[in-house]
Structure formats: C-alpha cells, structure tokens
T-cell receptor, first 114, second 114 residues
Framework: EAGVTQSPTHLIKTRGQQVTLRCSPI?????VYWYQQALGLGLQFLLW???????NRGNFPPRFSGRQFPNYSSELNVNALELEDSALYLC?????????????FGPGTRLTVL | AQSVTQLGSHVSVSEGALVLLRCNYS??????LFWYVQYPNQGLQLLLKYTSAATLVKGINGFEAEFKKSETSFHLTKPSAHMSDAAEYFCAVSEGGGYNKLIFGAGTRLAVHP
C-alpha cells in the first residue's frame, strides 16, 4: 500500500513569489494535515482538512491557505513568500477524525526562499 | 493549553546501551500521546501511541513508553541501542476537542556510537 506522497520534493523560490505544494493521502484516508518544520521553530500545525472542509487552522497568517479535492488530495498555497517561510512542509493523513487516529506522514517538500 | 517538553536536545549512547528519551506533557484533560521518529531527509514515522488503554505501550523496533499520570511523563525507552536507531525523536500530544492537531516537543537527536 502506498504511503502519503508529496510533490515536489524540493522547491526554490524568491521572496514575494507564490508556491503550491501537493499531497496525496493514503488510499481510504479522508483527513489531511499540513505541518511546517522550520529551523529553530520545530514542528508546527498549519491546517487540517476532512471531507473537503477546513476543520482547523494553526497560528499562521492568511497567506497560507489550502484546499482538499474530492479525491481527498490536498494543496497548500503560500502567497507573498518571505524568507522565514523556508522550511520542510509535511503532509499527513489519517483514516478517521478522532484525536487518537494515527497521522501518517509523507516525506515532505523542502521549500527554500531566497 | 496543551504542551510537550522534551528534556535533552541531544542524547548520545553506546551501541547496546539503554536508550531513554524524556517527554513531559501538560494537559488539562486526559492526553493522547505519540512518539514519532524522523530519519535524515525523511518524514515522521510513528513509533507508538498512548490512547488511555494500557499505560505501558509497546511500539516498533523494540521501543516502549510508559504513561505516568502522577509525573505527567511519557518517556521512551529501548533496552539495547542499535546503530540504526540514530535519528531525531519527537514526542507529541493530540489536541482533542475536535481540533486533532498534534503539538510536538522540540525533538531529541539520538546519536549511537560503537
């Protein structure tokens, strides 16, 4: 069974540009989560989507947004990139919506903002 | 608000020695706790989780953790370290109440030397 997949693997952008990151959950999983892992800031929750709806949002500015498609894949969009957006962006999926449900993580997309 | 503290950002052990990685949590409600491992340039892999069943939880790769409510701790142990255990380990608490986000500790980097 395929795990969570993310694309692209690496991305280099300049300040002010916009970027879209993509995530495909494990087959059968309806919930998708996004986390940011930045140097010095650790792992921080960004967004949670389930059944196409945004269910929870972390403490990030509105230029971070996303959506979930009918096939449960998801996109994370970041507008007006800033240097501090450089990070590993991790996507995870879970089978259910309980807090005890395991979140399975993808390999991440490394974003570098110059 | 829930939080997680991991004591020791770096731990070094000899191959064959006991591994002990410390995690303390703060939560006003019964917590759901997780340990994840991250190998270089990879995503997170679940080692084990506590969901209010047995207080001693066994995970993959010989790891286990014990939930101690009186000490608000969920330390991770392995009786005998292997070179392949070298990685970064994250303790996390799941925020319930329908929010489902994982709140991570800062991580502990484990080094295993011959």
């Amino acid at each position: 069974e395929a795990g969570v997949t993310q694309s692209p693997t690496h991305l280099i952008k300049t300040r002010g540009q916009q970027v879209t990151l993509r995530c495909s959950p494990i087959s059968g999983h309806t919930s998708v989560y996004w986390y940011q892992q930045a140097l010095g800031l650790g792992l921080q929750f960004l967004l949670w989507y389930d059944e196409g709806e945004e269910r929870n949002r972390g403490n990030f500015p509105p230029r971070f947004s996303g959506r979930q498609f009918p096939n449960y894949s998801s996109e994370l969009n970041v507008n007006a990139l800033e240097l501090e957006d450089s990070a590993l962006y991790l996507c995870a999926s879970s089978l259910g919506t309980e807090p005890t449900d395991t979140q399975y993580f993808g390999p991440g997309t490394r974003l570098t903002v110059l | 608000a829930q939080s997680v503290t991991q004591l020791g950002s770096h731990v070094s052990v000899s191959e064959g020695a006991l591994v002990l990685l410390r995690c303390n949590y703060s939560s006003s409600v019964p917590p759901y706790l997780f340990w994840y491992v991250q190998y270089p340039n990879q995503g997170l892999q679940l080692l084990l989780k506590y969901t209010s069943a047995a207080t001693l939880v066994k995970g993959i790769n010989g790891f286990e953790a014990e939930f101690k409510k009186s000490e608000t701790s969920f330390h991770l142990t392995k009786p005998s370290a292997h070179m392949s255990d070298a990685a970064e380990y994250f303790c996390a608490v799941s925020e319930g109440g329908g929010y489902n986000k994982l709140i991570f500790g800062a991580g502990t980097r484990l080094a295993v030397h011959p």
